[in-house]
């Protein structure tokens, strides 16, 4: 659907810089895109700041339009232009004689948030999984090692810690931040999320009158676009906080007592393993004052409804899902589960379409760390990445040989980069799928 005059057209689209979908209008200037506008009324309304760079993305001099094949060294960053009969010929040959030499689950696929193109994420998810990062387009072809950027985000706050807490995955659970009277935006940046639609409710309940406080280790974009009253904490330590918190909850009796009666386990020994952090030690631990840790505490226990958004801050450091389990629990003995304002769980059996597709291949060998990461494997019956490495450089538990990452830049997401470089150095053949070159 376009208006047009000679200069200026517009496109009515959706935006594909990342797998938001927001609806928008594409300006064109003579034929390229100059800036896009959002579509009145569309449920996300809005173009972030990443849509608003479209233009620098689309026409980047950088962007990869063509096959290339690598001609030095690999990391050398020397290539040259094929054709894509040709790509297409070499990788298909190389993978088949992998799997001729070794077995096809010497071949792995990793799937990074690039990938997140949900028609095919959703086409090729494994079987049996509620959500998914790794793209099983390798199982038709024999090899169970589907992996991807789930290995490091997502699956331990978003499955894990979820099932643990609640029986559930986040998918079915969320906040009700528009009735909430206290939000914490803990170790969460809406400010930066795509679309930061949370940011837009968080504003809409400050309104309301609602009281915004951020817990991070940085005074975050979040935190200076709210003009919230900001901990700043030491980075891992956010699990003391949790445990100090419902330290003065039971101290001061402001927990919800038939909650806990009726829907708890393990609550006394919780009673007894929180009397070792006591606001004074957190606040050693934490460095966040221990007057500011039973303000927060009261304010909790006593709020109509406290919404609590967190997410990698907590996830990506050690104990992560411990963490995470420790911030839910104290919302949910405060009395804010499942309640009006707090977390509230989503009706269940929504429609997953392909959700039964595409099955592990027949009498092949576990995954790639399905062993070391049992829970992980049950979840998301894929490879986790963390033992790509030992696998390609040790071939343990069976080598790997070829990967083929898409969407992803493993070295620059990774710690360890140097032990990456040397695992994806030492792999036999290795297909990089993106709309830029990475490291
Ligand atoms: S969130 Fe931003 S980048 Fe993603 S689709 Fe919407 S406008 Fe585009």
Redesign the pocket.
């Known amino acids: 659907m376009g208006t047009e005059n000679l200069q200026h057209t517009v496109i009515t689209s959706m935006?594909g810089?990342?797998p938001?979908?927001?609806g928008?209008h594409v300006h064109l200037k003579g034929g390229q895109i100059d800036h896009m506008t959002p579509i009145k009324g569309h449920p996300?309304g809005?173009?972030?700041p990443?849509?608003m760079q479209a233009r620098e993305i689309v026409y980047s001099p950088d962007r990869l339009l063509y096959p290339q094949q690598r001609t030095g060294a690999r990391g050398e960053g020397h290539f040259r232009r094929i054709t894509w009969d040709d790509a297409y010929t070499r990788i298909v040959d190389a993978l088949r004689r992998i799997a001729a030499d070794s077995g096809p689950e010497a071949v792995a696929i990793y799937t990074g948030r690039g990938n997140f193109e949900f028609g095919l994420n959703e086409m090729f998810a494994p079987d049996h999984t509620a959500e998914s990062s790794a793209n099983a387009v390798l199982f038709p072809f024999g090899s169970p090692n589907a992996t991807g950027v789930g290995s490091l985000c997502y699956a331990s706050y978003g499955m894990i810690s979820s099932r643990a807490c609640f029986g559930d995955y986040m998918r079915n659970v969320t906040e009700d931040l528009d009735h909430a009277d206290l939000i914490l935006v803990w170790g969460e940046n809406p400010a930066t999320d795509?679309?930061p639609l949370n940011l837009r409710r968080i504003k809409a309940a400050q309104k309301r009158g609602a009281k915004v406080v951020v817990i991070d280790h940085r005074r975050s974009e979040t935190a200076r676009a709210t003009r919230a009253e900001w901990l700043g904490i030491r980075p891992g330590t956010d699990g003391a906080l949790a445990l100090g918190l419902i330290h003065v909850l039971l101290a001061e009796d402001l927990y919800d007592r038939p909650f806990v009666e009726r829907w708890t386990h393990g609550f006394e020994a919780l009673r007894r393993y929180v009397q070792e952090f006591p606001p004074e030690r957190v606040a050693e631990i934490t460095r966040i004052p221990a007057d500011r840790i039973r303000a927060l505490a009261r304010a909790i226990g006593r709020a109509r409804g406290c919404s609590i958004l967190t997410y990698t801050g907590l996830e990506y450091s050690n104990s992560g899902v411990q963490a995470i389990r420790a911030v839910w629990t104290l919302q949910a003995i405060a009395g804010h589960l499942d309640t009006p304002g707090g977390k509230i769980i989503k009706m269940p059996h929504r429609l997953q379409p392909n959700r039964l597709l595409t099955p592990p291949p027949q009498n092949a060998p576990l995954p790639i760390g399905a062993e070391e990461y049992p829970l992980y494997y049950e979840v998301r019956r894929e490879a986790h990445a963390a033992l790509l490495p030992r696998a390609i450089l040790e071939g343990k538990p069976y080598p790997i040989r070829a990967l083929i990452i898409s969407g992803a830049s493993i070295l620059t997401s990774w710690p360890n980069p140097a032990l990456w470089r040397r695992a994806l150095a030492a792999l036999d053949f290795l297909v990089v799928i993106n709309r830029f070159p990475t490291a």
């Open positions: 935006c810089v990342c938001a979908g927001c928008v996300q809005i173009v972030c990443r849509g795509s679309p």
